[in-house]
């Protein structure tokens, strides 16, 4: 079932409208408990003409309650079985009517003006990705600086959630999420997305802060093994990529 909520107490001139449209996405599953404070920052956003599109996995914890009562800005809910995360994610992109989309974690939070840097970017460069850092603890994520075989993702972003707006055409190009990575999906899709052709600008504000919650941060063996065969299915080279992936498990 979706629902749309329209937006409360926002009116946007002719201006605005043409300016590079953005959705917020992400995937719940009973996520009451981290909710609220990712929806006070959304609110809080110096720029609010945007979108929130959540894609639920049927919740039963009281998510969706809390979703409905959500005011202020435009939020779009659909609540089904899935499989994983990414296949919600893929569910918002499709509901989503941004031109560029940000994944945020249930247990995420911007920085206020993060909606409004983006933009600005967006209409500076006209890149496909926009690329921003992100706090995660005390430690600030950036790009790193080195080859996409060893560093992976993180070589062309900082993060995938809350830092990097994607234009939503890429994955026309590149293909949605893969349901054969339930890790290391967003891994393939952005060194695929890089490495084929798409434009990047690297912006330094700090977007906002990532939670702890995130799989790729918990089963640290599993995450290792999916960017193993991530980067094997991107041609890289085995003998490599086993070494990489020894050592990964070592630590």
């Known amino acids: 079932m979706l629902h749309k909520s329209s937006i409360t107490g926002i ?24 909710l609220p404070r990712l929806i006070d920052s959304l609110r809080n956003q110096t720029d609010k003409n945007f979108e929130w599109v959540v894609a ?67 209409e500076k460069s006209k890149a496909d990705i926009v690329v921003a850092r992100a706090k995660y603890g005390e430690r600030c994520m950036k790009v790193r600086k080195g080859p996409a075989w060893f560093f ?21 190009l590149h ?6 990575f339930p890790i290391a999906a967003d891994q393939l899709f952005v060194m695929r997305a890089c490495e084929g052709g798409a434009n990047r600008l690297e912006c330094d504000f700090v977007a906002g802060e990532i939670g702890h919650g995130g799989v790729s941060t918990v089963d640290l063996v599993g995450n290792a093994t999916e960017v193993f065969r991530v980067q094997l299915m991107l041609g890289r080279s085995r003998v490599m990529q086993t070494l990489l992936l020894m050592l990964r498990l070592l630590r």
């Open 175 to 180: 293909d949605f999420y893969s349901r054969k």
């Open 56 to 122: 639920d996995g049927a919740s039963s914890d009281g998510t969706l309650e809390l979703l409905h009562q959500v005011t202020g800005i435009k939020v779009v809910i659909s609540s089904q079985p899935d499989f994983g995360i990414y296949d919600a994610l893929n569910r918002a992109i499709r509901n989503a009517s941004g031109e560029y989309y940000i994944v945020a974690g249930a247990d995420d939070f911007f920085d206020h003006d993060a909606i409004r840097n983006f933009r600005f970017a967006m």
């Open 152 to 172: 992976g993702h993180v070589a062309y972003i900082a993060s995938h959630t809350l830092a990097t707006a994607f234009r939503k055409d890429l994955h026309r």
């Open 11 to 34: 009116h946007l001139n002719d201006e605005e409208t043409k300016r590079p449209s953005i959705s917020v996405i992400t995937a719940t599953y009973n996520a009451a408990q981290h």
